[in-house]
């Protein structure tokens, strides 16, 4: 939104107009600096806000606690159950399927859209069937996964690394046929060679969009990891948070659901934190998100 000033006046029969700069371009550092306090202040003020409704309302028997425990008491279930172990294993199990599943899933993903990029023989023999791949849903493939890999935690690593490898491909894919064919003619020009075209090139020109791929799929791992654990699984967050509903446990059921939401953030933070040092080109796009 434009910061400048507009007024309207008449002269002669006609009208002029005239635009005073605004705070954004009178003090640019300093209308930065509120607007980023701001920002800071309304992330944080609408949780906090939703914690001290909903404490109010369980406290004054708006709320039935019996299904939405106030905000205190869900803390002490998540300490206690921090203090005795099982919080602590549910995490510790979770975040490492999530973390191999995802890295092996943005790997290969990588990898194979890029050559899928480069090579219109692989493209022609594989891209028609990752995308039919794609449109079916990720949970349906889990029983298959069960019958390969047994029971355990390797189907849910394999179903996460799924998950995530076919939106990297096809985004990958994408990011490498979409390079300006006139960066390639003038590299080719200059004498580059295949691997020199592609190292400074191509890659530089596809791994922004690559980069938001992978940013993206951080949060869908997430997402897949705790609801396959849920459905099918013996440990883990997701099975500690559908154990607790069955025990009609809501206070720490509650809790495994919050820490969930922040092993999500803190997941995605890493994930978009790692990709600002590695591709140069989407600092300020991270920086404005």
């Known amino acids: ?171 990958s894919t994408t990011a490498v046929l979409s390079v300006e064919q006139g960066y390639r003619d003038a590299a080719e020009v200059l004498g580059a060679k295949r691997t020199q075209l592609l190292r400074h090139v191509i890659l530089p020109a596809a791994l922004p969009a690559i980069a938001t791929s992978i940013r993206l799929t951080a949060g869908i791992a997430i997402l897949v990891i705790v609801g396959i654990e849920m459905v099918s699984g013996d440990s883990g967050l997701g099975y500690l948070i559908f154990q607790r509903s069955q025990v009609f446990d809501p206070a720490t059921m509650y809790a495994g659901v919050i820490i969930a939401g922040v092993i999500g953030v803190a997941f995605t933070g890493l994930v978009t934190l790692a990709l600002k040092f590695a591709v140069p080109q989407q600092r300020p796009r991270l920086r404005r998100s």
């Not at 400048?4 to 930065?32: C, F, I, W, Y």
């Not at 996460?160 to 490898?165: E, L, N, P």
């Open 1 to 171: 939104m434009s910061t400048l000033m507009t007024s309207h006046d008449r002269l002669g029969g006609r009208e002029l107009v005239r635009r005073t700069p605004g705070p954004a371009e009178l003090a640019p550092q300093r209308h930065a600096r509120r607007r980023r306090g701001v920002t800071l202040t309304l992330a944080w003020a609408t949780p906090v806000l939703i914690i001290v409704v909903w404490e109010l309302t369980a406290q004054f028997g708006i709320l039935d606690t019996r299904f939405f425990p106030a905000p205190s008491v869900i803390w002490q279930a998540g300490v206690r159950s921090i203090q005795d172990g099982v919080m602590t294993d549910a995490i510790v199990d979770t975040v490492r399927k999530l973390v191999i599943g995802y890295g092996i899933g943005v790997v290969a993903g990588v990898a194979l859209g890029v050559l899928l990029g480069l090579s219109w023989i692989v493209r022609a023999a594989l891209e028609h069937t990752l995308v039919a791949l794609y449109t079916l849903p990720k949970l349906a493939l889990f029983p298959v996964f069960l019958l390969m890999f047994g029971l355990g935690g390797l189907p849910q690593i394999v179903l996460v690394g799924v998950s995530v490898f076919f939106i990297v491909v096809l985004a």
